[in-house]
């Protein structure tokens, strides 16, 4: 089982460009989440879908969407990325634990 | 306002001895606690959840203890190894409205050293 894969590993976008991060779990677990990493500070919660055709915000939603495309994938848009949304972004899966996968490095210049 | 706080200096210890992570909250009334590793470049993994009606849980060489009256839980790690360094995060597990909202705290830092 692979887990929570991320794609893709690495991204350096310009002021205004867009994007789709990528995100499928293996484990047939219902709830997925979409989180951000920024030094000092602890994850934060972007969106997450509770089920398959849910999707609702969390902490900090602005300048994001996301799509549940099934039950094992949930993709996170960024429409017009800005240098503020410069961070590292987890995706996670859960029945209870959250289980993680290992990051996009996004850098926006 | 709401606060879970972290040790943000890095925690040096020598191989063999306990090393022990605080976390504190504030204004937060969680159902469980959860602790996690982080290496560098990779995402967090679970390492244990601790209900607010549990004071001890233990794995292996790990031990948490939950105060809900202090608003604390401790992370120690016994005969720590140099593989134990990591940054380790705590993470209050509050029930809302249909799913568990977790508010994960920024992490301590432990080294070991051989």
């Known amino acids: 089982n692979a887990g929570v894969t991320q794609t893709p590993k690495f991204q350096v976008l310009k002021t205004g460009q867009s994007m789709t991060l990528q995100c499928a779990q293996d484990?047939?677990?219902?709830?997925m989440y979409w989180y951000r990493q920024d030094p000092g500070m602890g994850l934060r919660l972007i969106y997450y879908?509770?089920?398959?055709?849910?999707?609702d915000k969390g902490e900090v939603p602005n300048g994001y969407n996301v799509s549940r495309l099934n039950k094992r994938e949930f993709s996170l848009r960024l429409e017009s990325a800005a240098p503020s949304q410069t961070s590292v972004y987890f995706c996670?899966?859960?029945?209870?634990?959250?289980?993680f996968g290992n990051g996009t490095r996004l850098t926006v210049t | 306002s709401q606060k879970i706080e972290q040790n943000s200096e890095a925690l040096n210890i020598q191989e063999g001895k306990t090393a022990t992570l605080t976390c504190n909250y504030t204004?937060?009334?969680?159902?469980?606690l959860q602790w996690y590793r982080q290496d560098p470049g990779r995402g967090p993994v679970f390492l244990l959840l601790?209900?607010?009606?549990?004071k001890e849980k233990r794995k292996e060489r790990l031990k948490v203890t939950f105060d809900t009256t202090l608003k604390q839980s401790l992370f120690h790690i016994t005969a720590s190894q140099p593989a134990d360094s990591a940054t380790y995060l705590c993470?209050?597990?509050?029930?809302?409205?249909?799913?568990?909202?977790?508010?994960f705290g920024a992490g301590t830092r432990l080294a070991v050293h051989p």
């Open positions: 996670a899966s859960s029945e209870d634990s959250r289980h």
């Open positions: 484990m047939n677990h219902n709830s």
């Open positions: 879908s509770a089920s398959e055709g849910t999707t």
């Open positions: 204004n937060y009334s969680p159902a469980y």
């Open positions: 601790i209900r607010e009606n549990e």
């Open positions: 993470a209050l597990d509050m029930e809302s409205g249909g799913y568990n909202k977790l508010i």
